[in-house]
């Protein structure tokens, strides 16, 4: 321990002046000073207490050493060691730690005392930067004393084009402490440059996008599930479709960490919702290389890759949540990854029967890259709670109205080759006389969420990879706390 206490000290005295228990001892602390051993270190005012030669600790670097969570404390010392400790005033204690049996015997027999200063919000992740043993593997980038942090992390491109939260070093370690997985554990490689990532690299990029340290554990299991290689993460990087990740959070920490899966649950306004996603992001651009214009090389882009990430309404019991439908124990925290685009707004305020209502969202449904393109991508429908409705008072479940949805969308394959309805995209010509699927069989994924303000349900098209069955697929993985 980093004490510098003197040698022969064998009491220790913390203190502050805006601790009113510190003030009524201030009489009892010049007495054990003049009669033991004693430092005395002040927290706020090094004129305090008053007739007390003592040390000034404004720093707090002595408070932290010690670990003072409350003023006024007391400890004792033998050979350097801590031997006993108590804060506050109890009389007892106090006189049979500094064996002063008439110590502070006009004073009340008992007062509680105040917070450390070094414990304040925020203050004490400050002193584990500044005093700590700091371990940090990631190169520090030190700035000059006029440079504007803000604009330094544009100049070193490690922003999305909206301003990141500079990654000091208290700000990471406050982020760590949102997991139990060591700092130094390596996640995987990232592509496109496939530089491997750790724990601790994880948690900057999740200062940098606005994270609050219990996202942590999910922005992990988001990026292991990116890391899959069944994702396809590499592919869909360098697409030159509109396509990112689509990230859909299951289970209890979704209502824990405060996410959105009800009004405006696809929009603004959840911090945790937008910067989970957006950690993800910064982290394929920040550690994997994958910035637009280099090998991100999307025609158009879209919003989503800022971020898109939700939670599942799962507070309708009757509701199979999507990751226990993908094979997850219920209950159980888990994130989806879907490689997805922007939102195509489906607006049914009429149909009020199952049979209506998966006619109509067919017909959207079969809009998806193209009328004409078949087995060509996948796609996720987020069903708003109106329209479940409508399914669930039928009797009907997800399996139900998912396998209703792809009977639906089945169609003549002359009704969807190559040219036909004089239209140049479509199927192989070769595929004329085959009844066709719109998507493979797995490849429509149903998410429930969203306000109850209105039957406006959104259909969240694939990326083109998706036509490669086996080769990529959406991923889900459960979340380590």
Not at 3 to 10: A, L, N, S, Y
Not at 129 to 158: H, K, M, N
Not at 390 to 406: N, P, Y
Not at 426 to 434: C, K, P, Q, Y
């Amino acid at each position: 321990m980093n004490t510098h206490v003197r040698p022969g000290d064998q009491l220790v005295i913390f203190v502050k002046h805006g601790c009113e228990t510190c003030q009524m001892l201030e009489d009892v602390v010049g007495r054990i000073a003049g009669a033991v051993p004693t430092c005395v270190y002040t927290q706020d005012d090094p004129g305090f207490p008053c007739g007390v030669a003592a040390i000034d600790d404004t720093s707090l670097e002595q408070s932290f050493a010690f670990d003072i969570e409350a003023v006024p404390t007391l400890v004792r010392l033998k050979d350097g060691q801590e031997v006993a400790r108590t804060f506050g005033w109890h009389r007892g204690d106090w006189q049979d730690m500094t064996g002063l049996d008439d110590l502070g015997a006009d004073l009340p027999a008992m007062r509680p005392g105040c917070g450390s200063k070094s414990r304040e919000p925020g203050v004490h992740d400050v002193l584990r930067a500044r005093y700590g043993q700091v371990d940090f593997q990631s190169r520090p980038i030190q700035l000059g004393a006029w440079d504007d942090e803000f604009e330094a992390t544009y100049d070193r491109g490690w922003s999305d084009g909206l301003p990141v939260v500079p990654p000091t070093d208290a700000r990471i370690l406050r982020m760590l402490d949102g997991t139990s997985r060591k700092a130094d554990e390596i996640i995987g490689e990232v592509p496109p440059n496939l530089s491997p990532i750790t724990v601790e690299k994880v948690a900057i990029n999740a200062v940098m996008a606005g994270c609050r340290p219990e996202y942590l554990p999910v922005v992990l299991a988001a990026l292991e599930a990116a890391l899959d290689p069944l994702f396809t993460m590499h592919g869909l990087l360098c697409t030159t479709c509109f396509s990112g990740p689509i990230i859909v959070v299951n289970g209890p920490i979704a209502r824990e960490i405060g996410m959105n899966s009800g009004i405006n649950c696809l929009g603004q306004g959840n911090r945790a919702n937008a910067t989970i996603g957006r950690a993800l992001q910064l982290i394929i651009r920040n550690v994997g290389g994958g910035r637009p214009g280099e090998l991100d090389r999307a025609v158009l882009g879209g919003p989503g890759k800022y971020t898109f990430c939700f939670a599942e309404d799962e507070s309708d019991p009757t509701w199979q949540p999507l990751a226990v439908a993908r094979g997850i124990a219920p209950g159980t925290n888990a994130v989806t990854l879907f490689q997805g685009d922007g939102i195509q707004g489906f607006l049914d305020q009429r149909s009020r029967t199952p049979e209506e209502l998966t006619k109509s969202l067919a017909m959207s449904l079969l809009a998806v890259g193209h009328y004409k393109l078949c087995e060509f991508t996948n796609a996720m429908l987020v069903l708003v709670p109106e329209h479940y409705a409508i399914f669930r008072d039928a009797g009907w479940d997800r399996a139900r109205i998912t396998a209703e949805l792809h009977g639906a969308m089945v169609r003549p394959g002359a009704d969807v080759i190559q040219g036909a309805h004089g239209v140049g995209e479509g199927i192989a010509v070769s595929r004329r006389n085959e009844m066709v699927n719109k998507f493979w069989p797995e490849g429509l994924l149903i998410v429930q969420a969203g306000g109850q303000a209105g039957l406006f349900s959104a259909i969240c098209a694939g990326w083109t990879g998706g036509r490669f069955r086996t080769e990529s697929q959406p991923v889900t993985r459960e979340i380590v706390l």
